[in-house]
């Protein structure tokens, strides 16, 4: 017997807002706001858009801050990233009220008004007085866009009550736009953007991009299954003189235990997947069910699945489960109506690449 749409969207939303929001922001996931459905169903709406967006592999936002380190962050330095954004006054800026800026008289004037005007820039400053934020996108989106998507990010995220200026380059293959904002705000606040805030700008980038014929997603890369590591810039630079860093010496017993406790930390959100998929896979919607189909391949395909030296819950796999559990068979994407069990640690599966 088919599981009841009200049963569906109860397990999407319960594991749904799990998989894409809470492990980072630790707050509700946002809602779609009043309308005819009820807010229980608009939710579900949007966690099965989100859901055919991720395993569509729907291409994902770039929100990065660049200016981390230490330094000088007066108005010396941020008269240095206004002219190379700028391009020295040849691309055009535009600022919080839409104005636009261009040529080297209107940017030194843009300049000295953000030194003189709110609470001032002083030429050198051990904090930081600006947040430079790069916004990009893959090869072959749509420039104008990213640019339309970028004005309205800033317009939403800062409003009124921080002054900024963005550039849109066109001469790399990958779209990107620089937003330089100021990190005090009028009501003499401080930005302090964290690593939840960070997501939280991804998100409304991509709704954006959305908003403007662009699919674009946003999700963490826990959700994508991501295990890819990335070395800090002076282990790079170490390589690159030949130099063997202390990071390096013992790389096998670290990446064994890496391994380990990436796999852990990929558990929760293996185990959402596997809900949602099952309820889908058990819905009377037929579209569901298609669905649940694209989220098991999605699956096999995560390269912590194929990596991970502990494989996968049976569940996420597609074997049938136990006696008693959900059949979640995504070639034939249907479940029989039970619940399935939380995967077990000690499951191993001998062919993680299947």
């Known amino acids: 017997m088919p599981f009841p749409k009200r049963f569906v969207d109860g397990v999407l939303l319960n594991w749904g807002d799990r998989l894409f929001y809470e492990p980072l922001r630790r707050r509700r996931a946002p809602r779609m706001g009043a309308g005819k ?76 008004e953000w030194r003189r005007g709110g609470w001032g820039i002083p030429a050198e400053s051990r904090r930081r007085e600006t947040f430079n934020v790069l916004l990009s996108m893959p090869p072959g989106t749509d420039r104008q866009a990213v640019r339309d998507a970028a004005r309205e990010f800033a317009r939403i995220e800062f ?99 890496y391994r380990s406790a990436t796999l852990n930390a990929h558990i929760g959100a293996l185990a959402a997947w596997r809900e949602m998929g099952q309820a889908l896979a058990g819905s ?30 049976e569940a996420v796999r597609g074997r049938p489960p136990e006696r008693s559990h959900a059949s979640y068979d995504p070639g034939a994407g249907r479940a029989d109506a039970s619940r399935p069990v939380e995967p077990g640690p000690g499951r191993v599966d001998p062919d993680p690449e299947r």
């Open 159 to 257: 409003g009124d009550n921080h002054a900024y200026v963005f550039a849109a380059h066109n001469d790399e293959a990958h779209p990107h736009v620089h937003l330089s904002v100021q990190a005090r705000g009028r009501d003499g606040r401080r930005l302090n953007p964290r690593k939840a805030d960070l997501q939280g700008w991804r998100e409304t980038f991509a709704a954006q991009l959305r908003e403007h014929g662009v699919e674009a997603n946003a999700t963490p890369r826990r959700t994508r299954g991501v295990t890819q590591r990335y070395p800090k810039q002076a282990v790079v630079h170490m390589r690159a003189r030949g130099v063997v860093p202390d990071y390096d010496r013992d790389a096998a017993g670290r990446d064994d235990a």
């Open 284 to 313: 009377s919607s037929a579209q569901d069910r298609r669905l649940a189909i694209d989220v098991a391949d999605f699956v096999r395909r995560m390269a912590i699945v194929r990596e991970a030296s502990v494989p996968r819950p």
């Open 37 to 112: 459905l009820s807010a229980g169903t608009q939710d579900a709406a949007r966690l099965r858009a989100e859901l055919a967006r991720t395993v569509r592999r729907a291409p994902e936002v770039m929100v990065k801050i660049t200016n981390k380190a230490s330094g000088s962050n007066g108005i010396n330095a941020i008269r240095r990233h206004l002219d190379y954004i700028s391009r020295n006054g040849k691309v055009e800026l535009e600022d919080q009220d839409g104005q636009s800026i261009s040529g080297a008289g209107a940017l030194g004037d843009l300049v000295e």
